[in-house]
């Protein structure tokens, strides 16, 4: 049985005060709970006054990047063992924002994902097909590509070292998410890749779906056998939506 997983990733927003200030309503709201589990993926500037809150409740704290080497000559990058040193135990990986924007290539997430699950941490790899690519019915080839990429080489610990997060591009901060069925389509393909390329537990690995969750489309959203949580952006940034998307989250299934 795979254990829902409601991952908030606040991207480029909140400068240390706000930070503190959604990770506080946020704890006091559902820090206690355990019936999925909850992660923040605040910027790095304010992984610590985060980390100050959540540390004694049931939050994990993420990252939004990493680095694949360990120490070094690296201007401006941050290695695993930094991030598992400012508390974080979990870290996004191939965002398509990172790929589009920072030109982020599958080579760069592989060593990525790779370097994280040895230190430790467990990547939240992200893939996801754009709107031209859906409409052209290129989505499973994209996805399998990224996957199959992404993964060369990667050895697990367990079907616990590393979450995939389905987030079609078409669908992230437009108000348009993908239908259930849309999505689970894709997450029955994710999981069946996964599958093959880690022997016989992509059963037991967690796929999310991110893309305009929002707490008005959440039971919907997870109603599919193969969506284990979720992705969530903007609806993150306010501790009353993220908290209704994670109570929402432990009424289903
Ligand atoms: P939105 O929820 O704002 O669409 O963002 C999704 C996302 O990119 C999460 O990583």
Not at 123 to 131: A, Q, R, Y
Not at 184 to 197: S, T
Not at 231 to 244: D, Q, Y
Request: include cysteine; aromatic fraction near 8%.
């Amino acid at each position: 049985m795979r254990k829902r997983l409601i991952v908030g990733n606040w991207k480029m927003n909140m400068l240390r005060k706000e930070a503190y200030e959604l990770a506080r309503g946020i704890a006091e709201l559902v820090g206690d709970v355990s019936y999925v589990d909850i992660v923040v993926a605040p910027p790095y500037t304010s992984l610590d006054v985060v980390y100050g809150v959540i540390s004694n409740t049931n939050i994990g704290l993420c990252a939004q990047n990493v680095f694949w080497e360990e120490a070094g000559a690296f201007t401006g990058e941050i290695s695993p063992y930094m991030l598992i040193d400012a508390g974080c135990k979990w870290v996004i990986v191939g965002h398509s924002e990172r790929r589009a924007v920072l030109g982020e290539t599958d080579e760069m997430v592989k060593r990525k994902v790779a370097a994280s699950i040895k230190a430790g941490l467990i990547p939240i790899l992200c893939v996801g097909e754009t709107l031209e690519q859906r409409e052209s019915g290129k989505t499973m080839e994209v996805v399998r590509g990224q996957l199959e990429r992404g993964l060369d080489g990667v050895e697990l610990f367990s079907s616990d070292s590393i979450v995939i997060a389905y987030e079609p591009v078409w669908a992230i901060g437009t108000g348009r998410s993908a239908t259930p069925y849309e999505a689970e389509e894709v997450h029955l393909f994710i999981r069946n890749v996964l599958d093959r390329v880690f022997e016989g537990i992509g059963d037991k690995i967690r796929v999310l779906y991110g893309g305009s969750v929002t707490p008005e489309n959440i039971e919907d959203i997870l109603s599919p056998p193969n969506i284990d949580g979720v992705l969530v952006g903007g609806a993150s940034l306010k501790a009353e939506s993220f908290a209704r998307i994670v109570r929402l989250a432990g009424r289903i299934g």
